[in-house]
T-cell receptor, first 110, second 113 residues
Framework: GENVEQHPSTLSVQEGDSAVIKCTYS??????FPWYKQELGKGPQLIID?????GEKKDQRIAVTLNKTAKHFSLHITETQPEDSAVYFC?????????FGTGTRLTVIP | DSGVTQTPKHLITATGQRVTLRCSPR?????VYWYQQSLDQGLQFLIQ???????AKGNILERFSAQQFPDLHSELNLSSLELGDSALYFC????????????FGPGTRLTVT
């Protein structure tokens, strides 16, 4: 089945700096790659997603890039703010369901 | 707020017992997914229902079962509970039968003592 690896597991950045989280997947048939943000005590929140026919997608300060050949995709957050502090999960499709990475705890230092 | 609701928020029960978790999807969504989140296993897909029918199955134990009712709300039944079943259980919903654009509820924290 699909295997999704996510790095780093923790990331600390200064407010205003950029943050990058990387994921790799194993199933070449995967065609959908969402990113979720989970704050303490809450459910995962869909923040951006990309399909396999697109290489990059942006939404304000957030962008996702996909390299199908290398089977990896990344989340980029620019001009980070304290409210960006959370755990971020990547996911990839496989066998009619989503497989999630192990999460990255992002801390934005004011 | 995603529009997905889950009850109860917290549940504490003893080993061997049976519990039911409830989920109401966003208005207009036909698919409901159940996930388990634990520290050692991460976020794992359990089962999906689409418009009342089982659509996909993941790592769901035989002691667990789910159903989706005509009003599209869903229930996850967990029986013969073990200590290892303690986890967060999330429901997500989406418009289509595919896995795209899933919106998660706030979760139910289950503690088995």
């Amino acid at each position: 089945g699909e295997n999704v690896e996510q790095h780093p597991s923790t990331l600390s950045v200064q407010e205003g700096d950029s943050a990058v989280i990387k994921c790799t997947y194993s199933d070449s048939a995967s065609n959908y790659f969402p990113w979720y943000k989970q704050e303490l005590g809450k459910g995962p929140q869909l923040i951006i997603d990309i399909r396999s026919n697109v290489g990059e997608k942006k939404d304000q300060r957030i962008a996702v890039t996909l390299n199908k050949t290398a089977k990896h995709f990344s989340l980029h957050i620019t001009e980070t703010q304290p409210e960006d502090s959370a755990v971020y999960f990547c996911a990839a499709t496989g066998a009619n369901n989503l497989f999630f990475g192990t999460g990255t705890r992002l801390t934005v230092i004011p | 707020d995603s529009g997905v609701t889950q009850t109860p928020k917290h549940l504490i029960t003893a080993t061997g017992q049976r519990v039911t978790l409830r989920c109401s999807p966003r208005s207009g969504d036909l698919s409901v997914y159940w996930y388990q989140q634990s520290l050692d296993q991460g976020l794992q897909f359990l089962i999906q229902y689409y418009n009342g029918e089982e659509r996909a199955k993941g790592n769901i134990l035989e002691r667990f079962s789910a159903q989706q009712f005509p009003d599209l709300h869903s229930e996850l039944n967990l029986s013969s509970l073990e200590l290892g079943d303690s986890a967060l259980y999330f429901c997500a919903s989406s418009v289509s039968s595919g896995v795209y654009e899933q919106y998660f509820g706030p979760g139910t924290r289950l503690t088995v003592t």
